[in-house]
């Protein structure tokens, strides 16, 4: 346990996600003192859409950050030295000048632009941004308002990130983190400034882009008002990155023989690079750590699978809440469940195949299957998916893997977190915050206040990273799953040509009960 120091900086940090924006007060070493939450209401205008309201982005912030700073004393408030961000990435929204937004925000879960991916999306592309095409970039996005809501774009004087917006309503400047921004995929990730040929493909102006700076430089100070607000001084505003990166920095993964996994509404994992690389399995990021990369695993239906069977099949009391009867059905089975296996593509899928029009499936159904062998295999299908990609980014990098460290929503279940383990094959390092994007944009944010000597993110996170217990491996189960995991991995050129004509199906038969949205 380590001790909370009684001097010294603090600093504040906000993680603007999919669901609320949750904000915390940390010292040098990494304890937090502090937390704040306002929830954001998620909107599904059509099946497939997912929006925000972009005024929630702020009015969640500043609530969140008020409350976290109530529970401070005078003396506490005093110390206060910087503020940080990680946010929810490719999400956007277009905004007039004075920070009026135009439209809805489009998030990074929306699966809307499945066709632009196709027909925009090239090798080229993909060399250039660092993400390979897929339903998840706002680049698709863009180009699908380009051609159905062109107005939205034209009429707009920003189209920015959820990190740019909030960083102008905090200093009154349209400027972004390049290791936010580069999630848009607009930007030469080499280079980490937009290229105007995406930018042509997009349907949006460099003049209408955030002006960009590395992560930890200072995106600006804090407008007098909302410092007094706060009762705080006017503080600097540190530029973070995108909240799986950051996430990677909570969990200090800052060696290549390190790798974070998130388990939360996506499943994430990566590790981190010295030099750019690019290749199909993974996509490419500025990490947290300037003039440095994150190579990145990513499957949209992790916890949100696992979410989603609970809501249609659970108890309706529970309103798709974890449900222990559930999990004790789930465990009772054997691994596979004597021959079942999930496709856990219900948002498309990702690493290692980025298939826009993908779909999920279960199969091997027998009689003898219950809900207690559709749920283990839902945590198992994901699961399976993020083991192999580990050991396929082991083989890409030359590097072997000697722990994982993990975090997320996910990593609460029990079995969900013995299933992984097992699966991957290594043992799994608990962080001990929870919101563990939320402390590295805070780690980054404490480092540039120079308290460890230097401005270096790397040191700062291995300050400031604390970790809780360890799951190891069950090797027996390993090696179940590693069989399991072949058949899974035949499956998905098995069921390509039926996917892609299953997406033809929808566009001309669309399911007119759901076009609002969720059942």
Known sequence: MQSTPTDGPLVVAIDSSTTATKAIVVDAAGNVLALGKRDIALLSPEQGFGEHDPRQWWTS????????????????????????????RESFAPFTADGTPL???????????????????TPEIHALSGRPADVTPGLYKMAWLKEHEPESLRAADKVTTVSAYI????TGSWVDSAACADSLSLSNIRTL?????LL????????????????GQVLGTLKRAVADEWGVAEIPVIAGCGDGQAAGVGAAAVSPDVAYLNMGTAVVAGVPSAEYRYEKLFRTEAAGVPDTYILELVQNSGAYLAG??????GRPELAGAPDPELEELAAARTPGSGGLVTMPYWGAVQSPHWDPVARGAIVGWRGTHGKGSMYRSLLEGVSLEMARSLRELEASTGVPLKEVRGMGGGLRSP????????????????????????????IIAMASTGVFGD?????????????????????????????????????????????????????????????????
């Open 61 to 88: 912030t500043r609530d969140a950050i008020a409350e976290a700073l109530a529970g401070l004393t005078p003396a506490e408030k005093e110390r206060v030295a910087a503020l940080g961000i990680t946010h929810q």
């Open 103 to 121: 439209r809805n925000g489009i998030l990074w879960l929306d699966i809307r632009a499945a066709d632009q991916a196709q027909r925009y999306g």
């Open 167 to 170: 960083a102008f309503c905090l």
């Open 193 to 197: 400034d937009y290229d105007e040929g």
């Open 200 to 215: 042509e493909i997009a349907g949006v102006r460099r003049d209408q882009m955030a002006e960009l700076v590395k992560p």
């Open 308 to 313: 989603w069977y609970r809501r249609a099949f």
């Open 415 to 442: 079995l969900w977190r013995q299933i992984m383990t097992d699966a991957i094959g290594l043992p799994i390092t608990g962080c001990k915050e929870e919101e563990i994007s939320a402390l590295g944009a805070a």
């Open 455 to 519: 401005n270096d993110v790397a040191t700062a996170a291995e300050r400031m990273a604390q970790f809780t217990d360890v799951t190891e491996p069950d090797m027996g189960n390993h090696a179940i799953y590693d069989e399991l995991s072949a058949i899974q991995g035949r499956l998905y050129s098995n069921l390509k040509e039926t996917d892609a004509q299953l997406h033809e199906f929808a566009r001309r038969h669309p399911d007119a009960e759901l076009t609002g949205g969720e059942e």
